[in-house]
Structure formats: structure tokens, C-alpha cells
């Protein structure tokens, strides 16, 4: 194992995460520049995720419960506009879920093919 799950969800599952919450609050109507002051994040970061560039690898959307759960994270930022360490916090949580569940196990055995997911159940013990 080259990447361990912690780096394969630093690397890619945490960003793909917050470019779907970005997508969320854009979709909303929210211009760019809003969107980067409720997450504590630049302009130009927002871009990034809008255009694809960043957090692009993980398709999000296609895990209904933790997109839902991404949903609800946007509605309380719009309404409680909470601070970047209460967002991270809340971001980690739900990638920590993903693990759990196992919804990371085939990408990361992408991107590391030294992985074997009928044999690492390491994410599954931990936090499933």
C-alpha cells in the first residue's frame, strides 16, 4: 500500500466533498464571491471547483446519503453562517462516514493499485 486511506481521503474524498458543498451553495443562486465568505475559502478556489479543476476525482453526488448529508451542511452554513473550524469539522466527520461505509474503497484502490479491497477492511473495522 503505497496511499493509506487517510491519505487517499486528504487527497481527494476531503476536496471532492468540498467541491460538492460549493456546488450545492452555488446552485442555490449564490454568486462566487458569497460563496467563498460562508466557507472561509478565496474566490479563486471557488472557481476551481465550479470549473472541475479541484476535488473532481470522487463523484460525490453518486452516494445519496452523504450527498444529502452535504445538503444539509449547506442550508445550516446559509442559515447559522458557522466559522471555517466548525466546516472542516463537519467535512471530516462525513469523510470519515465514507470510509466507513466503504464508498472509498474502489477509488482507492485506484489510485493506488497495490490495494486490494477484498483484503483491507481497515477503513470498515475502524469506522464502519
Do not use: W
Amino acid at each position: 500500500m503505497k496511499i493509506n486511506a487517510f491519505e487517499a481521503a486528504a487527497k481527494y474524498v476531503y476536496p471532492s466533498l468540498r467541491r460538492r458543498l460549493v456546488e450545492i451553495l452555488y446552485k442555490k443562486g449564490l454568486t462566487q464571491v458569497q460563496v467563498a465568505e460562508l466557507l472561509h475559502i478565496t474566490q479563486s478556489a471557488v472557481s476551481r471547483y465550479i470549473k472541475m479543476n479541484r476535488g473532481a476525482l470522487v463523484e460525490v453526488e453518486k452516494f445519496k446519503d452523504i450527498d444529502e448529508e452535504l445538503m444539509e451542511l449547506a442550508d445550516r452554513i446559509l442559515k447559522e453562517r458557522p466559522n471555517e473550524y466548525y466546516i472542516h469539522s463537519e467535512l471530516v466527520k462525513i469523510a470519515l462516514k465514507m470510509l466507513g461505509k466503504g464508498y472509498v474503497c474502489s477509488f482507492h484502490s485506484k489510485v493506488d493499485p497495490e490495494v486490494d479491497p477484498a483484503m483491507c477492511n481497515i477503513c470498515l473495522d475502524i469506522f464502519g
